[in-house]
C-alpha cells in the first residue's frame, strides 16, 4: 500500500470534524483512512456519507488489523454495468432451457421419448417460458430501475436455474452499494413487488383468454396422485372479471400453462413480502418502521412454524404438501433475519404517502396469500 496523492483523494475536510485522520493510504481503488473516529461509527458514516457520495465515494467504518486504529474505507461507486455482464447471460441462458424443458414435460405433457428423438419439440412451451420468465424479470428489474435511480450500485437480475415445478426457483440481484436513506430503501423494496404484480396481472389474463390444453388421455387412464396448485384470491378475481373458468370437470382439460406463469407471480410475491431481513418484505417494514422492524422479524418464523402445525396436526396434511413448503420458508426466514435488515446512511421517516403505498402493497400481496398452495391429490 502506498501513501496517497491529496489532490486524488475524497473530500478529506469532511471527514476531519468528526476524526483524528492520522495517516491516509491507497489499496487499489480503496481509499482508507487511519486514525480515531470522534463520534459513534453510525454518525460518522451519516456525517461524511452525503460529501464522500457526491465525489463518487461510499465509506465504512472497520478496525486496523493492530486493533489500535479505526480506519474508513472509501469506495468508488462505479453505477451501471461494466462490460458484458456474462454471469447474468450464462444463467439467463440455463434458465430458458431448464424452465423450457420442465414446461414441455410437465405442463405441455411431451412425452420424454419425443424431446430424445426430436429436441427442437422443446420449443413448444416457449410461451410458459415466457410468462415464468416475465414476471420474475420484471420484478427484479423494478428494484435495479429504482435502485439505479437512488443511484444505488446493483447487480442486473441474476435468475436461478431449477427442475420441478417451475425450472426456476426465481431472480435475485445483488445490492453492492450504501442505503443513503428510508426513502431509497422503500422505493426500493416496494418497486419490485408492484412491478411484478402488474406482469402477473397480465400474464394471468393472458394465459385465461388462451384456449385451454388438453390433457393425454394416457395420463388420466394412470391415475394416481397428483400435485394441484390451488387458486390464490388474486387469480379467481382476475378470472371472474374476465369470466373465464380457472378448471374443468372433464379431466383431459386444463388452463393454458401460461396460467400458471401468473400462479408463479402471486406465490413469489407472498414469499419476497415476508418481512425479515433483506427480502423486498424487510425493506418495506424496516423503512416504513425503522428499527421496530427487527422485532417483527422476530415473529415470522413462529408464525411460519405454527402455520405448518396446523396443516399436519389439525388439517392433516403430509410434508410432501404444504406442510413443508411452511416449515422450510420457517427456518430459511431463521437464516434471512439472521443477517438482518439494511441499515440506510439517513434514518428520517419515509412521510405518510410512503406509508400508504407501503399498507397497499401489503394487501394486494394478501390477495396472493393462500393457506394451502400446494396439495396431493388422487385422478
Not at 439505479?148 to 415445478?165: A, N, Q
Request: hydrophobic letters at 50%; aromatic letters at 10%; a negative charge.
Amino acid at each position: 500500500m502506498d501513501s496517497g496523492d491529496s489532490e486524488e483523494l475524497p473530500p478529506v475536510e469532511a471527514l476531519r470534524s468528526v476524526f483524528a485522520l492520522r495517516e491516509t493510504r491507497r489499496d487499489g481503488d480503496h481509499v482508507l483512512f487511519y486514525g480515531e473516529s470522534l463520534v459513534p461509527e453510525r454518525m460518522l458514516v451519516r456525517e461524511v456519507w452525503p460529501a464522500f457520495r457526491n465525489a463518487g465515494y461510499e465509506v465504512h467504518v472497520t478496525s486496523a488489523p493492530s486493533g489500535r486504529e479505526d480506519v474508513v474505507v472509501a469506495r468508488p461507486v462505479t453505477p451501471g454495468v461494466d462490460g458484458v455482464p456474462w454471469k447474468n447471460v450464462a444463467l439467463f441462458l440455463a434458465t430458458v432451457v431448464s424452465t423450457m424443458v420442465v414446461g414441455a414435460l410437465m405442463w405441455y405433457h411431451i412425452p420424454l421419448s419425443e424431446l430424445w428423438a426430436n429436441p427442437l419439440a422443446v420449443l413448444r412451451a416457449w410461451p410458459f417460458t415466457a410468462a415464468v420468465l416475465g414476471v420474475l424479470t420484471t420484478h427484479e428489474l423494478g428494484h435495479y430501475v429504482a435502485s439505479r435511480y437512488h443511484g444505488v450500485d446493483v447487480s442486473l437480475p441474476y435468475l436461478v436455474p431449477f427442475v420441478f415445478p417451475f425450472g426456476t426457483m426465481g431472480a435475485i440481484i445483488q445490492m453492492r452499494g450504501q442505503m443513503p436513506d428510508r426513502k431509497a430503501l422503500f422505493d426500493i423494496g416496494v418497486a419490485g413487488p408492484l412491478a411484478g404484480l402488474v406482469a402477473t396481472v397480465v400474464v394471468t389474463a393472458v394465459g385465461l383468454s388462451l384456449a385451454p390444453m388438453s390433457v393425454p388421455e394416457s395420463l388420466v387412464r394412470e391415475g394416481g396422485r397428483v400435485i394441484v396448485f390451488n387458486n390464490p384470491p388474486l387469480l379467481d378475481l382476475i378470472a371472474a372479471a374476465l369470466n373465464r373458468p380457472t378448471e374443468y370437470t372433464d379431466p383431459t382439460v386444463a388452463v393454458h400453462p401460461v396460467v400458471i406463469g401468473g400462479w408463479v407471480g402471486m406465490f413469489f410475491t407472498v414469499l419476497n413480502l415476508l418481512p425479515v431481513g433483506q427480502l423486498d418484505g424487510g425493506h418495506i417494514v424496516r423503512a416504513m418502521f425503522g428499527e421496530a422492524q427487527e422485532r417483527i422479524a422476530a415473529v415470522v418464523p413462529l408464525v411460519l412454524f405454527g402455520l405448518a402445525a396446523y396443516l399436519h396436526y389439525v388439517r392433516e396434511y403430509t410434508l410432501n404438501e404444504s406442510v413443508g413448503l411452511w416449515a422450510f420458508w420457517g427456518l430459511l426466514s431463521v437464516a434471512i433475519a439472521y443477517r438482518g435488515p439494511a441499515n440506510p446512511v439517513d434514518d428520517s421517516p419515509i412521510g405518510p404517502l410512503r406509508m400508504a403505498l407501503g399498507v397497499l402493497t401489503f394487501a394486494l400481496g394478501a390477495l396472493c396469500f393462500l393457506l394451502v398452495p400446494i396439495e396431493i391429490t388422487t385422478l
